[in-house]
């Protein structure tokens, strides 16, 4: 990796956090859906990234928003599922040495690839996420609604930005 993509990365790294953090963490619908924008940041990493390294990164964005919502661990386990499902989907989606497309975005992998992925990722995400912070299954029903609901509308956000900050494919 050159170091424009680590710069890159770095800065999308903080304002994703900070959008996440001091935004979004008090945004909620009736208590059922909220927004976890932060995951697009693992979501979008480059491909060629190495696995220990993708942990590591997931490890230490889980551990941010952890210190920020005292949490303890529930992101950090959230992101190292994130992580683990990231690269299980790539490697069986696609072979990794034949990818020409630097990162996993929504101009570069198409609708179809880009959304299936996320919505695998994202789902992973939260059920670890809310079954940890509830940790009981008497609330079963409340726990994977509000678990729906939120993959619902991360994957709104994370398309939306999408959409917005990320160019087409050029033919």
Not at 33 to 58: D, E, K, M, R
Not at 86 to 106: A, G, H, K, M, T
């Amino acid at each position: 990796m050159n170091s424009r993509v680590i710069l890159v990365n770095i800065f999308r790294w903080m304002v994703l956090l900070f959008i996440q953090i001091f935004l979004l963490r008090n945004m909620a619908f009736y208590n059922l859906s909220t927004p976890f924008i932060y995951v697009l940041f693992i979501l979008v990493l480059p491909f060629h990234i190495p696995n220990v390294l993708l942990y590591i990164i997931a490890f230490i964005t889980g551990l941010t928003l952890d210190s920020f919502y005292d949490t303890l661990g529930v992101h950090t386990s959230a992101c190292i599922a994130l992580a683990f499902v990231r690269i299980l989907f790539i490697s069986v989606s696609l072979n990794r040495e034949s990818i020409d497309e630097p990162e996993p975005s929504l101009g570069n992998m198409g609708f179809r690839w880009f959304s299936l992925y996320a919505v695998l990722c994202i789902f992973a995400h939260h059920v670890v996420l809310f079954f940890l912070e509830a940790f009981k299954f008497t609330s079963l029903t409340y726990t994977l609604g509000r678990t729906l609901l939120s993959v619902v509308f991360t994957l709104f956000t994370v398309l939306l930005v999408e959409f917005i900050f990320h160019n087409r494919k050029s033919a």
